[in-house]
């Protein structure tokens, strides 16, 4: 077995991406290196200061005459007359929502009727809070509403940089061929500037992994594998980042501002042109500690992206507008970190299994910047099994409730700028909305459908001019992208929160019940097919897996972890009880080993419950209603079908998710359920404006 952190000496030289005219100064040399371990490991900081800068000062006639790299890529979306358009609408919903609600207070609501009073104050409240996220979202995007194929900054250094570039790949039980990429399109990054090494963080201790990165021969990939001990908290992902930085990178010496900290996750292909658009962010300003890229992912097309992995709206319409305000969230990869100022937070944080998040509010509370930079530089694989969606989702959630249960969070939150406070708060109140606001938005219809009990008093001439301009205007605030997108990117991104409602609710429950005491919240990796060799459902399997399977803790047998995580003696030996203790660690980490399944039958329960149920209230209620309304006139016919055409408009996130579970999976399939949904969405919304219109010119009697 290889010792840990052990570096293979056959070097390969990884190809540029850019062709430089002075090819010996277009990336670190052999004797650069040399003199840099040399410098490391003096112990006078004035002599190794001193050497440094007579190194600069010898490269830096030869910084003039090297040409700028140019990396020719798509024109950038920023600005324009769309962008002007956008923040017209912002104003324009700043003026309607006080005047809005004002209406609805005063003269929608019957006062004099106390089961009605209740009903309608409950509804006018949940809308209040919805309103507020989004006046909230305004106010974000406001500055830069959106961005793509962003440039990255000028820089004209007067000295030549030397970054040393540290990239991270952490993995636990991922497919080898996915991880093995990764590192090897992560060694192809290359920057005149930078001298990158690239540290596969094995936290699952694969020895089929280690023994290919040995023969791989590559002195800058490093095989790290870190050691579990019983009773040692393992913390997931951030501590396997941990361990890598302060136990191998940084031992024996202190993290520079020239240190630079990149992390990919296992499935994340770098593109090579990543650092020329990072490490510009760093050069230009010293306080800029964190650079993060957005997620782009080949397996999923933006047409028929029915969960919303790509989730344009945020990579580059929120993310854009956090960046202005110098509070962009880290999303735990594709992103580049100065090691000093990770170190003066204390590393990653442990205290939250949303570790990208955490960290990101700790570098802006202590006075770093936190950039952003919208280019899609990095491609991976997102997941297409439902239960790892919702896993993934609902992972997302219980770590953002988990990081504003802890009194610590505020402690950090308090030092920040109204503004940013504002940017940070604004990640949980995604959440609190869609889990405050669907349910009653979801219950309205349903109660006028059948009680005659309504969320208003009487439908005026006012308050349908007021809500028409009060809902356009919080469609495209939420919603609106420049014409290079696809039309569904907005309609996805606000409308797949629905889909994952049950999904919120469990993950706050978990973050809950975690601050409670009552049970620990653990790191879940989120599974990928790799090379798609996965068994059926059901395929037997083999006796050694089947014996794995029944293994406690890890998969593996006692001696095996004792051997692998150092735990036998000189005699060859090994304490039983130190061995089980960390088996049911290893376990917990792992999460419960379940058989292949059809998610199908498993986790959409929750949406054939509130499709079927729709679907009933859309046609059994829109039939007896209809038929029931057909003595008072066609005004009437119509607005009692307001309220099921809005229960269709309910239905529709969850019949894109049953399509997606049910119909083939490819594609065109999904692009086509996409374009349906959205049809019968816009379809629906504009029987509602008919509908209101149409009671507005027939008269204005009071709901029956």
Same mark, same amino acid.
């Given at each position: 077995?290889?010792?840990?952190?052990?570096?293979?000496?056959?070097?390969?030289?990884?190809?540029?991406?850019?062709?430089?005219?002075?090819?010996?100064?277009?990336?670190?040399?052999?004797?650069?290196?040399?003199? $840099?371990?040399?410098?490391?490991?003096?112990?006078?900081?004035?002599?190794? =200061?001193?050497?440094?800068?007579?190194?600069?000062? $010898?490269?830096?006639?030869?910084?003039?005459?090297?040409?700028?790299?140019?990396?020719?890529?798509?024109?950038?979306?920023?600005?324009?007359?769309?962008?002007?358009?956008?923040?017209?609408?912002?104003?324009?919903?700043?003026?309607?929502?006080? =005047?809005?609600?004002?209406?609805?207070?005063?003269?929608?609501?019957?006062?004099?009727?106390?089961?009605?009073?209740?009903?309608?104050?409950?509804?006018?409240?949940?809308?209040?809070?919805?309103?507020?996220?989004?006046?909230?979202?305004?106010?974000?995007?406001?500055?830069?509403?959106?961005?793509?194929?962003?440039?990255?900054?000028?820089?004209?250094?007067?000295?030549?940089?030397?970054?040393?570039?540290?990239?991270?790949?952490?993995?636990?039980?991922?497919?080898?061929?996915?991880?093995?990429?990764?590192?090897?399109?992560?060694?192809?990054?290359?920057?005149?500037?930078?001298?990158?090494?690239?540290?596969?963080?094995?936290?699952?201790?694969?020895?089929?992994?280690?023994?290919?990165?040995?023969?791989?021969?590559?002195?800058?990939?490093?095989?790290?594998?870190?050691?579990?001990?019983?009773?040692?908290?393992? !913390?997931?992902?951030?501590?396997?980042?941990?361990?890598?930085?302060?136990?191998?990178?940084?031992?024996?010496?202190?993290?520079?501002?020239?240190?630079?900290?990149?992390?990919?996750?296992?499935?994340?292909?770098?593109?090579?042109?990543?650092?020329?658009?990072?490490?510009?962010?760093?050069?230009?300003?010293?306080?800029?500690?964190?650079?993060?890229?957005?997620?782009?992912?080949?397996?999923?097309?933006?047409?028929?992206?029915?969960?919303?992995?790509?989730?344009?709206?945020?990579?580059?319409?929120?993310?854009?507008?956090?960046?202005?305000?110098?509070?962009?969230?880290?999303?735990?990869?594709?992103?580049?970190?100065?090691?000093?100022?990770?170190?003066?937070?204390?590393?990653?944080?442990?205290?939250?299994?949303?570790?990208?998040?955490?960290?990101?509010?700790?570098?802006?509370?202590?006075?770093?910047?936190?950039?952003?930079?919208?280019?899609?530089?990095?491609?991976?694989?997102?997941?297409?099994?439902?239960?790892?969606?919702?896993?993934?989702?609902?992972?997302?959630?219980?770590?953002?409730?988990?990081?504003?249960?802890?009194?610590?969070?505020?402690?950090?939150?308090?030092?920040?700028?109204?503004?940013?406070?504002?940017?940070?708060?604004?990640?949980?109140?995604?959440?609190?909305?869609?889990?405050?606001?669907?349910?009653?938005?979801?219950?309205?219809?349903?109660?006028?459908?059948?009680?005659?009990?309504?969320?208003?008093?009487?439908?005026?001439?006012?308050?349908?001019?007021?809500?028409?301009?009060?809902?356009?205007?919080?469609?495209?605030?939420?919603?609106?992208?420049?014409?290079?997108?696809?039309?569904?990117?907005?309609?996805?991104?606000?409308?797949?929160?629905?889909?994952?409602?049950?999904?919120?609710?469990?993950?706050?429950?978990?973050?809950?019940?975690?601050?409670?005491?009552?049970?620990?919240?653990?790191?879940?990796?989120?599974?990928?097919?790799?090379?798609?060799? =996965?068994?059926?459902?059901?395929?037997?399997?083999?006796?050694?897996?089947?014996?794995?399977?029944?293994?406690?803790?890890?998969?593996?047998?006692?001696?095996?972890?004792?051997?692998?995580?150092?735990?036998?003696?000189?005699?060859?030996?090994?304490?039983?009880?130190?061995?089980?203790?960390?088996?049911?660690?290893?376990?917990?980490?792992?999460?419960?080993?379940?058989?292949?399944?059809?998610?199908?039958?498993?986790?959409?329960?929750?949406?054939?419950?509130?499709?079927?149920?729709?679907?009933?209230?859309?046609?059994?209620?829109?039939? =007896?209603?209809?038929?029931?309304?057909?003595?008072?006139?066609?005004?009437?016919?119509?607005?009692?079908?307001?309220?099921?055409?809005?229960?269709?408009?309910?239905?529709?996130?969850?019949?894109?998710?049953?399509?997606?579970?049910?119909?083939?999976?490819?594609?065109?399939? !999904?692009?086509?359920?996409?374009?349906?949904?959205?049809?019968?969405?816009?379809?629906?919304?504009?029987?509602?404006?008919?509908?209101?219109?149409?009671?507005?010119?027939?008269?204005?009697?009071?709901?029956?």
């Amino acid at each position: 077995m290889l010792r840990n952190g052990t570096r293979h000496q056959k070097g390969v030289r990884a190809k540029p991406i850019a062709q430089v005219e002075d090819d010996d100064d277009d990336d670190y040399t052999e004797e650069e290196e040399e003199e $840099e371990e040399e410098e490391e490991g003096e112990d006078d900081d004035d002599d190794e =200061s001193e050497e440094e800068e007579e190194e600069s000062e $010898e490269d830096e006639s030869d910084e003039e005459e090297r040409p700028d790299i140019v990396v020719h890529e798509g024109d950038p979306i920023e600005g324009g007359i769309t962008m002007w358009f956008y923040r017209g609408m912002v104003v324009l919903f700043f003026m309607l929502v006080p =005047s809005y609600f004002w209406y609805r207070w005063l003269y929608t609501i019957e006062w004099d009727v106390p089961y009605r009073m209740y009903y309608q104050t409950t509804i006018c409240v949940a809308e209040m809070f919805g309103s507020i996220c989004v006046m909230m979202l305004a106010v974000i995007r406001f500055p830069n509403p959106w961005a793509y194929n962003q440039r990255p900054p000028a820089v004209n250094p007067r000295v030549k940089p030397r970054y040393n570039v540290h990239v991270l790949v952490p993995c636990y039980n991922e497919p080898s061929d996915i991880v093995l990429s990764t590192c090897e399109a992560a060694l192809q990054l290359h920057h005149e500037w930078a001298k990158v090494t690239v540290y596969l963080c094995d936290d699952g201790r694969n020895l089929e992994r280690e023994k290919t990165v040995m023969m791989m021969g590559n002195p800058r990939l490093v095989y790290l594998a870190r050691p579990k001990y019983p009773g040692v908290p393992i !913390h997931g992902k951030a501590g396997n980042l941990n361990y890598t930085l302060k136990f191998f990178i940084f031992a024996k010496k202190v993290p520079k501002d020239t240190d630079v900290v990149i992390v990919f996750d296992a499935d994340m292909k770098a593109h090579p042109n990543f650092l020329h658009h990072v490490l510009p962010y760093l050069e230009e300003d010293d306080r800029t500690a964190l650079v993060q890229t957005p997620q782009h992912f080949f397996n999923v097309d933006h047409t028929g992206d029915v969960f919303n992995h790509q989730n344009c709206t945020f990579f580059f319409g929120v993310q854009t507008g956090l960046d202005s305000w110098r509070a962009t969230v880290c999303c735990g990869t594709n992103f580049a970190v100065r090691a000093a100022s990770l170190a003066a937070v204390g590393w990653f944080p442990t205290e939250s299994i949303t570790e990208d998040f955490l960290l990101s509010l700790k570098l802006t509370a202590s006075g770093w910047h936190c950039r952003y930079h919208g280019h899609v530089l990095t491609t991976g694989e997102a997941p297409e099994d439902l239960r790892q969606i919702f896993k993934q989702r609902s992972r997302w959630c219980t770590g953002c409730f988990q990081v504003f249960f802890q009194v610590e969070t505020f402690m950090w939150v308090r030092q920040l700028p109204a503004i940013q406070m504002l940017c940070y708060f604004n990640s949980i109140m995604g959440y609190l909305s869609t889990i405050i606001c669907f349910p009653v938005f979801l219950v309205i219809p349903i109660v006028s459908v059948y009680t005659k009990t309504h969320p208003i008093k009487e439908l005026t001439t006012v308050l349908v001019i007021l809500w028409i301009g009060y809902f356009g205007c919080l469609i495209i605030v939420v919603e609106m992208m420049p014409r290079n997108f696809s039309r569904f990117s907005g309609f996805l991104g606000s409308k797949v929160n629905y889909i994952m409602w049950w999904c919120f609710i469990k993950g706050m429950w978990k973050a809950v019940r975690g601050r409670l005491g009552f049970k620990k919240i653990v790191f879940k990796v989120t599974e990928k097919k790799g090379d798609g060799k =996965s068994k059926a459902p059901g395929e037997p399997k083999k006796d050694g897996e089947k014996e794995k399977l029944n293994e406690k803790g890890s998969g593996l047998t006692d001696a095996e972890v004792a051997i692998m995580y150092g735990l036998v003696d000189e005699n060859g030996e090994y304490d039983e009880d130190d061995v089980q203790a960390l088996q049911e660690q290893l376990a917990e980490a792992a999460g419960v080993a379940e058989d292949s399944r059809d998610s199908t039958r498993h986790d959409m329960i929750f949406h054939w419950v509130v499709f079927v149920s729709g679907f009933i209230v859309a046609v059994a209620g829109g039939v =007896s209603k209809t038929l029931d309304t057909l003595q008072w006139g066609w005004d009437n016919t119509v607005l009692a079908n307001i309220s099921v055409a809005w229960v269709i408009i309910n239905m529709v996130p969850f019949g894109m998710a049953l399509g997606y579970a049910y119909l083939p999976h490819s594609k065109n399939v !999904h692009g086509l359920l996409v374009s349906l949904s959205w049809t019968f969405y816009a379809m629906c919304v504009l029987f509602c404006l008919a509908a209101m219109l149409t009671k507005i010119a027939y008269g204005n009697p009071k709901f029956m």
